[in-house]
Nanobody
Framework: QLQFVESGGGLVQPGGSLRLSCAAS????????VGWFRQAPGKEREGVSR????????NYADSVKGRFTISRDNAKNTVYLQMNSLKPEDTAVYYC?????????????????WGQGTQVTVSS
């Protein structure tokens, strides 16, 4: 019943910034771990970031550490991904998904309730 809608993607030049939003419906996010994932053409879907239900713990892929920041506002039932210093290799469709199990890795197979994704294109 939990559903996500991703938004905020677009075309940005290298070095630019975007803020993605993941709006949940059907359930409150209070007890869900939420992750951001991305998939580039011809590539497998990969985990980008993960945030605990309270927001007190976050996890990032090595490729985005220091550039991306995940956050959540449970009152708004929304999770965000602030992306700074964007690189062409960040180009992908970005998805959010959820799990009730905090002990899982960022392997997409551990998550569900996938949204339709939002396209991020980083190009000059």
């Amino acid at each position: 019943q939990l559903q996500f809608v991703e938004s905020g993607g677009g075309l940005v030049q290298p070095g630019g910034s975007l803020r993605l939003s993941c709006a949940a419906s059907g359930r409150t996010l209070d007890y869900y771990v939420v992750g951001w994932f991305r998939q580039a053409p011809g590539k497998e879907r990969e985990g980008v970031s993960r945030i605990s239900s309270s927001g007190s713990y976050t996890n990032y892929a090595d490729s985005v550490k220091g550039r991306f920041t995940i956050s959540r506002d449970n009152a708004k039932n929304t999770v965000y991904l602030q992306m700074n210093s964007l690189k062409p290799e960040d180009t992908a469709v970005y998805y959010c998904a959820a799990t009730r199990n905090f002990l899982v890795t960022m392997n997409p197979a551990h998550f569900g309730s996938w949204g339709q994704g939002t396209q991020v294109t980083v190009s000059s």
